[in-house]
C-alpha cells in the first residue's frame, strides 16, 4: 500500500450482497409475493406484543446485563430443562445475543484461530464462510449427500483433520429442510469422540420439524453438549426476526469465553424485548409447542396449492422452506430464473446454488418460504401453477 492512498484492500473480496437482500429488494421493485427471504408475513402474538408496550412504558430501557437479562436466562433455563432434559445454568451457560447471527459471529470469532480448519456443509446458510475466514480460519466445505440433504459420513470423516478446530451443524436445515436425525446425532459423536472438535449447532428452527419427527438438539447429547455451543433464535419462534434476538447455550468453559467477545461484539440486547419475552416464555410454552403443527399446515396446504404445476416439490422435514425442481420448466441456471420469476412473474424466491462452494452441476432446486398467511400462500400458488 503507498503511504497517503490507503486502498480499501477488502477483507472479502470475494463476496458481494447476501442473496436474501439482494431478492427482498428485487421483489420490492417488481412488485412480486416476496417468498424469498425467509420471515413471515404475519404478526408476533398479540400477548408478547404488549408485555413489550408494557415494558417499553414501564422504564425498562436502559442497557442489560452484558450476558442478558436474568429472568430471560431463567425462563430460557426452565424451557431447555423441559424440552431437551438439559440443566443449563443461567449465570454461566446461557448467553442473549444480538440474533442468531451474533451468536455465530462471536462464537466463530472466540474460537477460531488463524489457520484453524472449520467444517460446513453444503448448501451451508451464508453467514459461516465470511465469519470463519474474518477470523483467520479456513472453511471446508463438505457437500450433503443427494439424496435427501443427509450428512455423508464418508465425506465428513474425510475431511477431519488435526486442524479442524470446528463443525458447524444446521438442523432444521436452512436452505434444504432436512434434518438430522438421532442415529446421525450418535454416529457424529463416535466419530468426533477422540478429537478436540468444538460443535456450532445453528438450531434456530428448533420448533419446525414435522411428522411427528422430534428436534435433535446437541443439548439432548451430553457427550456432544460437552463441546457444543447450541444457538437459537427468538425471531424465528415469535414470528419477529426483526428483533434480532436469540441465545447460546454452553458449558460455562466455553461461555465464559464466548462472552469474551460477544461484550465487544454486541455488549447487550434491547432491554424490553428481553422483559417480554422473559414474561411470555414463562406464561405462554404452548406457543412454541403449538408451532410444528402450525407451520406442517402451512407446508402441506402449499404443497397441495402447487400439486397441479410443474415444479416438483422435494420432502420438507422442517424449518419454514420449501424446495422445488423446475427441471420440467426450464435449464437456465436457478439465478438466473429467480430473477426471471420476480421480475416477469412476480412471485420472489431463493436460489439454491448461492449456498455452496461449488454447485453440483446437476440441475438445483429453488426455495420457497411457506412462513405466509393462507391468502399470500393462494396467490403465489396461482402465479405458479400457470408456469
Ligand atoms: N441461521 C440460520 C440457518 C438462519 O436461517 C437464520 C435466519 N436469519 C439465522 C441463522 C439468523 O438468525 P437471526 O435472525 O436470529 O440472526
Ligand atoms: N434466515 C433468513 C433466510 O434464510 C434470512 C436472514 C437474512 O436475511 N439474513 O431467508
Known sequence: MKPGNPSLHSKLPDVGTTIFTVMSQLAADCGAINLSQGYPDFDAPAGLLDRVTHHLRTGHNQYAPMAGLPELREAVASKLAKVYEREADPDTEITVTSGATEALYSAIEAFVHPGDEVIVFDPAYDSYDPAIRLAGGIPVHVPLTNINFALDFDALAAAITPQTRMLVLNTPHNPTGAVVPAADMRRLAELIRDTNILLLGDEVYEHMVFDGERHESLLRYPELADRSLAVFSFGKT???????????????????????????????????????????LASDPQHYLDLPAFYQRKRDRFAALLEPSRFELQPSAGTYFQLADYAEITDEPDTDFARRLTREHGVACIPVSVFFARPPAEHRPLRFCFAKDEATLERAAEILCKI
Do not use: M, N, S
Open 238 to 280: 415469535y414470528h419477529a426476526t426483526g428483533w434480532k434476538i436469540g441465545y447460546v447455550v454452553a458449558t460455562p468453559a466455553l461461555t465464559a469465553e464466548f462472552r469474551r467477545v460477544h461484550q465487544f461484539v454486541q455488549f447487550c440486547v434491547a432491554t424490553p424485548l428481553q422483559y417480554a419475552l422473559a414474561d411470555f
